[in-house]
């Protein structure tokens, strides 16, 4: 879906989006309130969003989501003193007016890979889910020419590193060859908690949680790290008794 109030705006991204055939545009709209209850009766997946809107801007039609159902976010917007504050509302990208080629090409290439995995995260039957494997209680780590094997509940947090996970156990960190989201099924969720898109925490490692002035928050644990829990996913730890 595709929210500008500007309707060049809104066509350079439909022409954009011509040639990549797994993407459909479902609807557009130009203002906050048509987007809201576009949004709230077609579930895109994708949402192209300019910031500065009549109405409520960008951030506050976010917040006024159900955060269970919030899309997948591209801003596009002409000021770049936004950057910052969409980075941490967890969008995928950021583009800036007039559109650059390669980095609506690096969007795309995101949208597909994120809506692609929660794809596959939906169509795994109930039947799988009763079948899966045991949590790991190790983590099987190479380190050049050896392996460790390092108990789960030795992990503070995990980080993302494109394909590869950064495990951190105390002041030592390792890479373990598996991406983040493929990790955190394998780890016991009343154990772990996702907390963003590039990082899980080990919720006996939490000291503190702070919250921020853009509705985000921040993880604080016992060695003191500080870490990024975006709107998104504050249920997974907030809702932990």
């Known amino acids: 879906m595709i929210i500008d109030d500007v309707e060049l705006a809104r066509e350079a991204i439909r022409i954009r989006l011509h040639g990549?055939?797994?993407f459909e545009v479902v609807a557009e709209a130009g203002t906050s309130?048509?987007?809201?209850?576009?949004?709230?009766?077609?579930?895109?997946?994708?949402?192209f969003l300019d910031?500065?809107?009549?109405?409520?801007?960008?951030?506050?039609?976010?917040?006024?989501?159900?955060?269970?159902?919030?899309?997948?976010?591209?801003?596009?917007?002409a000021h770049d003193q936004y950057a910052v504050?969409?980075?941490?509302?967890?969008?995928?990208?950021?583009?800036?007016k007039p559109i650059d080629d390669g980095q609506f090409d690096e969007a795309i290439r995101r949208a597909r890979d994120e809506i692609?995995?929660?794809?596959?995260t939906d169509r795994e039957t109930v039947d799988e889910k009763e079948h899966k494997p045991p949590y790991w209680s190790r983590l099987?780590?190479?380190?050049?020419?050896r392996f460790i094997l390092l108990k789960a509940d030795e992990v503070h947090w995990i980080g993302s590193a494109t394909n590869y996970s950064e495990v951190?156990?105390?002041?030592?960190?390792?890479?373990?060859?598996?991406p983040i989201s493929d990790l955190e099924s394998r780890l016991d969720p009343s154990c772990f908690a996702r907390i963003s898109r590039s990082a899980i925490v080990n919720i006996e490692q939490v000291e503190e949680i702070k919250t921020l002035w853009h509705g985000d928050f921040e993880v604080i644990l016992k060695d003191a790290t500080v870490l990024r829990m975006s709107r998104r996913y504050r249920d997974r730890l907030l809702s932990q008794g």
């Open 140 to 145: 099987v780590i190479k380190d050049r020419d």
């Open 116 to 120: 692609g995995e929660k794809d596959s």
């Open 85 to 96: 504050q969409a980075f941490n509302s967890d969008a995928l990208h950021f583009l800036l």
């Open 168 to 178: 951190h156990a105390g002041t030592t960190s390792y890479l373990l060859r598996m």
């Open 33 to 47: 309130a048509e987007a809201r209850a576009l949004i709230r009766t077609l579930k895109p997946d994708l949402i």
């Open 51 to 77: 910031i500065e809107m009549p109405g409520l801007d960008a951030f506050q039609l976010l917040d006024d989501l159900d955060p269970a159902r919030v899309p997948e976010v591209i801003f596009v917007t």
């Open 20 to 22: 990549n055939k797994d």
